[in-house]
C-alpha cells in the first residue's frame, strides 16, 4: 500500500467539501449538507475547531478523516472524535480506511488522549464490521441526542 498522510490546511476547503458530499451521498444524506468551502475555512482553520487527515495515493487524495478533541470527565483528559471517514469507492479494498483509522489512533496516541471515538449508522453494516475488524466495540446503553435548526434556537432562548 503506498499511503501517505497529510494535514488539511489552507487552500483545501474545496478538497474537504467534495468528500464530505461524497459521503453524504454515500449515506442518502446529501439534502442535509449546507457545509461551503467558507463555514469550512472559518471554523476548521480560523477557529481551529476541527482538524482534517487525508489519505494520499501517488499525489492524490484518496481518502479523509475529519476529526476533532473532546473530553471525558471521567478519564480527566482530552479524547478525539472521529466526525467522519471515508474512502472514495474506486480505492476502497486497498486498506486506507484502516490506514486512516491507525492514524488516528497514532494521533490520539501521542497526544496522550484516553480514547477514540465514533459514531457509525445502524445501517451501514460493511462500516460496522471494519470498525470491529479494527478492535472497536459498540457503546451499549447510550443514545446520541441532538438540538439543531429551529429547536436549538428555542432552546436558546432566554
Known amino acids: 500500500m503506498g499511503c501517505t498522510f497529510r494535514y488539511a490546511g489552507r487552500g483545501d476547503e474545496g478538497r474537504i467539501l467534495s468528500f464530505i ?9 446529501e439534502q442535509d449538507v449546507t457545509a461551503t ?18 489519505a494520499v495515493e501517488d499525489g492524490a487524495e ?5 476529526f476533532f478533541h ?18 472514495l469507492p474506486e480505492h476502497r479494498g486497498k486498506g486506507y480506511g484502516k490506514a ?9 496516541a501521542e497526544r496522550g488522549c484516553g480514547r ?3 459514531s457509525c449508522l445502524d445501517w451501514n453494516l460493511p462500516a460496522i464490521g471494519f470498525y470491529r475488524s479494527a478492535g472497536a466495540v459498540p457503546m451499549e446503553d447510550w443514545t446520541t441526542y441532538r438540538v439543531a ?3 436549538l434556537k428555542k432552546l436558546a432562548e432566554p
Open 21 to 29: 458530499r461524497a459521503l453524504a451521498r454515500y449515506e442518502r444524506m
Open 37 to 54: 468551502e467558507a463555514l469550512l475555512s472559518e471554523w476548521i482553520f480560523d477557529k481551529g475547531k476541527a482538524e482534517v487527515v487525508f
Open 62 to 66: 484518496v481518502g479523509f478523516a475529519l
Open 70 to 87: 473532546n473530553f471525558s470527565t471521567f478519564l480527566g483528559r482530552a479524547g478525539l472524535y472521529l466526525e467522519d471517514l471515508f474512502v
Open 100 to 108: 486512516l483509522l491507525k492514524e488516528l489512533a497514532r494521533i490520539a
Open 116 to 118: 477514540l471515538e465514533w
Open 149 to 151: 435548526g429551529e429547536a
